[in-house]
């Protein structure tokens, strides 16, 4: 039973370590992006309110 419940605990721990990096590397993109739009690789369109259209698809797009 304690390995059971150590193995579920290492999991988590993964999974959240995991989730972590992810979204750090998710912001760190998205800032760097702010910062030199040039990186980009395809220009951002502009929706009617003047903000980006989908900023989060492509700031998911340019880390894979």
Do not use: C, K
Request: glycine share 8%; charged share 15%.
């Amino acid at each position: 039973m304690s390995v059971a419940i150590f193995v579920i605990g290492v999991l988590v721990f993964l999974i959240t370590v995991y989730g972590t990096v992810m979204v750090g590397g998710l912001l760190l993109t998205e800032s760097q992006l702010d910062q030199h739009p040039e990186l980009e690789p395809n220009a951002p369109e502009q929706s009617d309110d003047g903000t980006n259209a989908d900023r989060a698809r492509r700031v998911i797009s340019a880390q894979f």
